[in-house]
């Protein structure tokens, strides 16, 4: 739990309907997903589990079953509350196309609904997908976004998982922009919600890349909504920014095409001090309720 815990105290007690839980390494990346699945377990989910299983292995041998993995996980393997399948088999069954990801998940949450399941909730590893090429990239955003219409048609919930020690850097960087409306990575993290996008917690150097990377999903996002371009940005719930995440924001600021304004809600004093102190272009405009 400590992972969850450290980004956001009062994650433990919200269940989104689709995160990302970014990992710098193997143990915290379980830390994080064990809590999720248990407390769906607890919730009385059916819950979906996609994952990497090294060849000859039984689901019940992964480490979900073991005694890093979620209490009542192996018990949920062999009632059926929790299916497993290997990320190898969902290529091979979806083609990892779009429409193929989202029929197979669309085929999960009904067997679930049939089966008198009160909620529905998918994890899958990181998937290894090389998102440099735009065609797969356009293909990942699209199956991504089936997550939330699943999540919109009835109980689903949805946790994505990104390891970042096992993907290339534009995968990390494409996976956290696109998951830039909800993510959890260490001790920052995000949300998104009546029109704008927060922020929370520690924004320092260690973390200045995939802070950036879901600036430009945030930027890019905002482009595509009825009410943009602009990027309302809610610094209230940041409790640190150091000179390499704010120079990152103003830089994505500075960057962003004619037109597109980032508008500042909320944070301290010493932020907009920073923000002169890093260069603040014109893109950037403070909010009429003030700071």
Known sequence: MATLLRADPGLQEVRSRHTLLVADGVEQGRRGTASWIERELAHGAKVFYKGWLP??????????????????????????????????????????????????????????????????????????????????????????????????????????QLSVPDEDEAAVWETVAVHHRDLVDDVWSASAGYGRWRP?????????????????????????????????????????????????????????????HVVLHGGSRFLRRLFDAVGRPASVRESEDGP
């Open 55 to 160: 060849g000859g292995q039984r689901p019940d041998q992964h480490w979900l079953a073991g005694p890093a993995g979620p209490r009542g996980a192996r018990d949920a393997l062999a009632s059926g509350q929790m299916e497993f399948l290997d990320l190898p088999t969902v290529v091979e069954r979806t083609g990892a196309t779009a429409e193929g990801v989202t029929a197979l998940f669309r085929d999960e949450v009904a067997r679930a609904v049939a089966d008198a399941w009160p909620t529905v909730a998918f994890t899958q590893e990181s998937p290894g997908l090389p998102l440099a090429d735009e065609a797969v990239l356009a293909a990942y955003t699209e199956w991504e976004g089936g997550f939330d219409v699943l999540a919109d048609e009835g109980p689903v919930r949805t946790l994505c």
């Open 200 to 260: 929370r917690g520690d924004l320092d150097a260690h973390v200045a890349r995939r802070f950036g990377a879901a600036v430009h999903g945030a930027l890019r996002a905002a482009r595509a909504l009825a009410t943009g371009p602009d990027l309302h940005l809610d610094l209230s719930a940041v409790d640190f920014m150091d000179v390499a995440c704010a120079d990152i924001l103003m830089l994505a600021a500075r960057s962003a095409p004619e037109g597109q």
